[in-house]
């Protein structure tokens, strides 16, 4: 066994990210996870900064600090900065930071993937802003709503910007909701079965579930809305057979259960470290876990009440309105919970309890508003006022910038080895809380009397300066506030003494580790016997530091953590991680590339961008796989475990999977698209109706299901004389199958610019052509892999990987004819829906 100063030296040299430029090469979660939270609080300045402009704009009557047009864009950003680029970034790096360390790992399972996203994130959300420095910025509105967003009322590039930017960090979004879904199922410490992980991972489990849901229906919606605005597709142009309410499903369907989807990262923080105040475990564990699934099922439920007001039929209006009173139930049985874990403890009101107590006070009011507006008559009386807006920041500051303050100070120690003071910090806490509530609580008063959002002047006879020039004055007390909180924090990473290990005596694994932590996490991973914060970190600590976990040494030079059975929790393989690279860096820029040229209409230059992103994700894959068959390998007190690359339930077939539940629910965001344009939209049927024949339809399933076949085939032959020919099949069966989509296109739908029923078809068509084109990628792929060796019987994970892609694409292209042909048949008969 080796001494733990060497065995530190051994994986400090193949874990640590190198100083200069190489920094830029980082993979490494901890610091991957610090960057997220840094750039997303810079982000929350500028918000803020906006929020101020606002309130000053709006503090007296008839204002004459900002013309309309700049007031609408800064409102527009405001919201899309603090929703998009702040909340959601935040919790992100929270959790990419922690949750390795909470589950006895050392690093997340695709860290690449998880740089890709950081630089993804940094790019998308730089457009925005540099964009509004241009005077360029959207003003629709945060959620952008047409045909206020369409090409005839905002012709230049600034609803673009927004379309684009957002799609952009919207992709960061579904990279790190993969890369938690997977890591938390797979990338655990030995015996951590589902009931023993750490509630926070439960949390950020069903939070990357719900983000794989519901962010594609706002990528379709961008997508949609852009060609439009581009080609002049007609989806929201109801003289064309468009809806302008179909941008609003498809916003909402994603925008309620964003609130949801923030809230819950830091209840679920709150879940972690409220217990170590209270000295005691969480009360309640399994009913928090069954309120958190009941909470994210019932988030895609609720969609509708934001659009009371338009038109909504009243047993959908009845239905929407239960769904939105239910939601009230899973939200209770956590904080009864936190309730409970105090009451039958003896707690310790220390610094990040303040922002607790905070959190209830102020997510409570916002939560009785919430069902206050999801009363029918009440909404209608309040929708679009003041009233509204303050519900959402009560809900949103509430149940989630004041617990992740919390959760800052109480990780700071962590994060930086220094351990806070009191006296600062108590000041920064009330400041924030006092002016919080003289801001909103004076909003809801000027919504009740009838002032809408979105106004920058007002005139004195309303009635409504007194109260706004309250929360003006307010709004300025809690910047000050935010302020102090901020400059407390930098003076404590700078001056503040050296923390102690563990100083809250907190029962979790990251504190089973030094602090400032290494790069590596576990010097050797631990054993779980029992759930995960009811640990004994300080014995663990020097237990694993001198070897007495798994994977006590270093092998090959390869950054190794350990894979385990998804329930039970028992070791199954070991994952073999990336080095650090430039590629996801390199990838990200490329992928930059693309959305610039399509803001500034570059569009067949764009078309050749996207090739270019696909090949920079290859080279990813030249150091990854084995060129021969190695067997199980030893990861300590004589057990064995193969390589991923051996493994039967490998990482990597399983963010394909989750990778094809966003992409099926894109999908089916699309399909609901077009049957809600044939159920609601004016001017249907068309003069003219597509005409797809029989021929090409069937040759386009049939070529499909070959291709699905032949990767199939290849896969049982592996290593035969079959296996490459099949594979060289199935990216033929691609190929036709492309070939007759394209000349679906061209010789069956009449213009698609006349109407919606045509450009509906016509993304479809495209939708199911982009999928043939990767098959054909995957396909060759394969045969690469087994003409260099990494593909055998043993080492069949790269074949596997593709033929979920192959069979996926033959479902969508079975459902996606059926789709075509039987909506063209329904308007063709210009029957009533």
């Keep these: 066994m080796l001494s733990p100063i060497r065995l530190h030296k051994d994986l400090s040299a193949i874990w640590d990210t190198r100083p200069g430029l190489q920094r830029l090469a980082s993979v490494n979660h901890t610091t991957l996870g610090k960057r997220f939270i840094v750039t997303a609080i810079v982000f929350f300045a500028i918000g803020g900064g906006l929020a101020m402009l606002i309130r000053a704009q709006l503090a007296t009557s008839q204002s004459a600090f900002m013309e309309a047009g700049l007031y609408a864009q800064i409102f527009t950003m405001h919201g899309t900065v603090m929703m998009f680029l702040f909340a959601i970034p935040l919790f992100e790096g929270f959790a990419i930071y922690l949750l390795p360390k909470l589950v006895g790992a050392r690093d997340f399972a695709f860290p690449r993937l998880t740089a890709y996203s950081y630089w993804c994130y940094l790019f998308g959300g730089s457009m925005l802003i540099v964009g509004m420095l241009a005077g360029v910025a959207p003003d629709s509105g945060w959620f952008m709503y047409t045909p206020l967003s369409s090409r005839t009322y905002m012709p230049g590039i600034n609803a673009d910007l927004w379309l684009l930017g957002i799609t952009f960090v919207e992709i960061s979004a579904i990279c790190t909701a993969v890369e938690i879904a997977v890591s938390v199922l797979k990338v655990r410490a030995p015996g951590m079965s589902l009931d023993r992980m750490p509630i926070f991972a439960w949390y950020m489990l069903i939070v990357a579930f719900m983000m794989l849901v519901g962010f594609p229906p706002l990528i379709l919606g961008s997508i949609l809305l852009e060609v439009e605005r581009a080609?002049?597709?007609?989806?929201?142009d109801p003289?064309?057979?468009?809806?302008?309410?179909?941008?609003?499903?498809?916003?909402?369907?994603?925008?309620?259960?964003?609130?949801?989807?923030?809230f819950l990262?830091?209840?679920?923080?709150?879940?972690?470290?409220?217990?170590?105040?209270?000295?005691?475990?969480?009360?309640?564990?399994?009913?928090?876990?069954?309120?958190?699934?009941?909470?994210?099922?019932?988030?895609?439920?609720?969609?509708?009440?934001?659009?009371?007001?338009?038109?909504?039929p009243h047993l959908g209006l009845s239905f929407f309105a239960a769904a939105s009173v239910l939601v009230a139930v899973p939200t209770a049985v956590q904080i009864f919970a936190w309730i409970a874990t105090l009451a039958h403890g003896t707690p310790r009101f220390s610094l990040p309890m303040l922002y607790v107590f905070g959190m209830f006070f102020v997510f409570v009011i916002g939560g009785l508003t919430g069902v206050m507006l999801a009363i029918v008559p009440f909404n209608l009386q309040a929708h679009d006022t003041h009233f509204v807006v303050a519900h959402l920041h009560y809900v949103l500051?509430?149940?989630?910038?004041?617990?992740?303050?919390?959760?800052?100070?109480?990780?700071?120690?962590?994060?930086?080895?220094?351990?806070?003071?009191?006296?600062?910090?108590?000041?920064?806490?009330?400041?924030?809380?006092?002016?919080?509530?003289?801001?909103?609580?004076?909003?809801?008063?000027?919504?009740?009397?009838?002032?809408?959002?979105?106004?920058?002047?007002?005139?004195?006879?309303?009635?409504?300066?007194?109260?706004?020039?309250?929360?003006s004055f307010g709004s300025f007390i809690m910047a000050i506030g935010f302020a102090i909180a901020a400059l407390d924090l930098l003076l404590i990473v700078r001056f503040a003494p050296r923390s102690t290990r563990n100083p809250w005596k907190a029962a979790t694994l990251e504190w089973a580790m030094p602090i400032p932590p290494p790069s590596y996490n576990f010097a050797s991973l631990p054993k779980i016997f029992r759930r995960a914060d009811t640990l004994e970190p300080s014995t663990m600590a020097a237990e694993l530091a001198g070897g007495m976990g798994y994977l006590a040494f270093t092998r090959n030079g390869q950054m190794e953590t350990l894979g385990v059975e998804m329930v039970g929790g028992n070791t199954e393989q070991v994952i073999v991680l990336p080095r650090q690279t430039y590629l996801p860096l390199i990838t990200a820029a490329t992928t930059g590339v693309f959305f610039l040229l399509m803001l500034f209409k570059f569009y067949w230059l764009a078309l050749v961008a996207i090739p270019l992103v696909v090949i920079c994700f290859l080279f990813w894959t030249r150091d990854t796989g084995l060129r021969a068959d190695v067997g199980p390998v030893p990861i300590g007190h004589g057990i064995v475990a193969p390589y991923h690359s051996e493994s039967a339930d490998a990482?990597?077939?399983?963010?394909?999977?989750?990778?094809?539940?966003?992409?099926?629910?894109?999908?089916?965001?699309?399909?609901?698209?077009g049957l809600f344009l044939w159920a609601s939209a004016p001017n249907w049927p068309p003069a003219e109706l597509p005409a797809l024949g029989v021929v090409l339809p069937i040759g386009v399933v049939a070529a499909a299901l070959a291709a699905m076949a032949s990767g199939i085939l290849a896969l049982r032959n592996v290593g035969g004389a079959v296996s490459i020919p099949a594979l060289a099949l199935?990216?033929?069966?691609?190929?036709?199958?492309?070939?007759?989509?394209?000349?679906?296109?061209?010789?069956?739908?009449?213009?698609?610019?006349?109407?919606?029923?045509?450009a509906v078809i016509m993304v479809v068509i495209i939708y199911l052509a982009a999928h043939h084109a990767m098959g054909v990628v995957f396909a060759l792929f394969g045969v690469a892999r087994m003409i260099s060796g990494k593909v055998s019987a043993r080492r069949t994970l790269d074949l596997r990987i593709g033929n979920q892609w192959h069979l996926y694409t033959a479902g969508a292209n079975f459902i996606g004819v059926l789709f075509m042909v039987g909506l063209i048949a329904i308007a063709g008969t210009g029957a009533a829906p």
């Excluded at 080609?231 to 929201?236: I, N």
Aim: aromatic content about 16%; charged content about 5%.
């Design 651 to 673: 990482p990597s077939s399983w963010a394909m999977a989750f990778t094809l539940v966003a992409d099926a629910m894109l999908y089916a965001s699309l399909l609901f698209g």
């Design 397 to 471: 500051i509430g149940g989630f910038v004041l617990p992740m303050i919390g959760a800052a100070y109480y990780w700071l120690p962590h994060i930086t080895g220094r351990r806070p003071s009191r006296v600062m910090s108590n000041i920064g806490f009330w400041t924030i809380f006092a002016g919080f509530n003289v801001t909103f609580l004076a909003m809801h008063l000027t919504g009740l009397k009838g002032m809408p959002r979105r106004v920058h002047t007002y005139l004195p006879e309303y009635g409504w300066e007194a109260l706004n020039f309250l929360s």
């Design 231 to 236: 080609f002049d597709l007609p989806f929201f």
């Design 265 to 312: 990262p830091a209840a679920g923080l709150v879940s972690t470290f409220l217990p170590v105040f209270a000295g005691r475990p969480l009360a309640g564990y399994i009913a928090v876990v069954i309120a958190v699934i009941a909470m994210g099922f019932l988030s895609f439920g609720l969609w509708v009440h934001h659009m009371y007001a338009t038109g909504i």
């Design 730 to 758: 199935c990216a033929a069966c691609h190929a036709i199958a492309l070939a007759c989509l394209f000349t679906l296109a061209v010789t069956g739908i009449p213009s698609f610019t006349q109407h919606a029923l045509s």
């Design 239 to 262: 003289k064309r057979g468009g809806d302008p309410l179909l941008w609003q499903h498809l916003f909402w369907l994603f925008g309620h259960p964003e609130v949801y989807i923030i």
